[in-house]
């Protein structure tokens, strides 16, 4: 593999610096320093990660474009609404995507596909239940593995302009252990017997009710007012 670029690193630096400021403002949106209607301080961003104004803008695109912010002209960045309907949402589209996915892989399923989901799975399975960070990056494995088999360029595109959230929003997901491995199970069963709208209706359910978690943890911390 060629060495990078001076113009590469630049844009890996780049990268690099909106994510984390994609990041910043998620968790302060999710602990509620950030709240429905609030103007966003760009320098003040800035000056918390040490970042120029470049990447914060670059980061709030991308923000603005997975309808977390609005721009208003002349008058700045603002939050768009964050309550219990709108978290609700994000959660139903990620999974109506996610099912699409899986749906697609169970109608052309792959034998080396199936090997690794599989062990990946299995791998779930006999992971410690307190080990979320662990848990957490086998569900996205599990689930990346299946979106690039089974999705097309435009719906891998579409998953992962979505996703942006999911690592904030996954330590409000308080479900058992066994729960999550179940919910997964069910999925790659489904996928193998080749009944993919069984597939999708199920990961459909599963982020559903990750959904409900997360909105009845942040009511419950008082960042979403109960509806």
């Known amino acids: 593999m060629a060495e990078p670029t001076s113009r ?11 994510a984390a400021v994609v990041d910043y403002v998620l968790e302060q949106l999710f602990t509620g320093v950030l709240q429905s209607g609030d103007r966003i301080d760009l320098d ?3 000056d918390a990660l040490g970042l120029s104004r470049l990447p ?6 991308m923000l603005e474009r997975d309808g977390i912010v609005s ?19 994000d959660f139903e589209i ?16 792959r034998p080396e596909t199936i090997a690794v989901l599989r062990g990946l799975v299995g791998r779930l399975r006999a992971t410690k239940p307190a080990d979320r960070d662990q848990v957490f990056g086998l569900v996205s494995e599990i689930m990346t593995t299946e979106h690039r088999s089974g ?3 435009r719906l891998r595109a579409e998953l992962r302009a ?5 690592p904030q929003a996954f330590q409000y997901i308080d479900r058992s252990h066994r729960a999550t491995v179940r919910a997964h199970t069910q999925v790659l069963d489904a996928v193998v017997a080749g009944q993919g709208e069984q597939a999708a209706a199920y990961r459909l359910d599963d982020f ?3 959904g409900r978690t997360v909105v009845r943890e942040l009511q419950r911390r008082g960042v979403i007012g109960r509806q």
Do not use: C, N, W
């Open 162 to 166: 979505h996703a942006g959230f999911l």
């Open 44 to 46: 003040e961003i800035g």
């Open 8 to 18: 590469d690193q630049r844009r890996l630096v780049r990268t690099k610096t909106s």
């Open 71 to 89: 721009t208003r002209y002349h008058r700045g960045v603002f939050v768009e609404p964050f309550d219990a309907a709108s978290i609700l949402d």
């Open 151 to 153: 999705g097309s360029r």
């Open 208 to 210: 559903r009710d990750a």
């Open 56 to 61: 914060v803008r670059e980061a709030l695109v």
């Open 94 to 109: 990620m999974g109506l995507l996610s099912g699409l996915a899986v749906r697609r892989l169970a109608e052309a399923p």
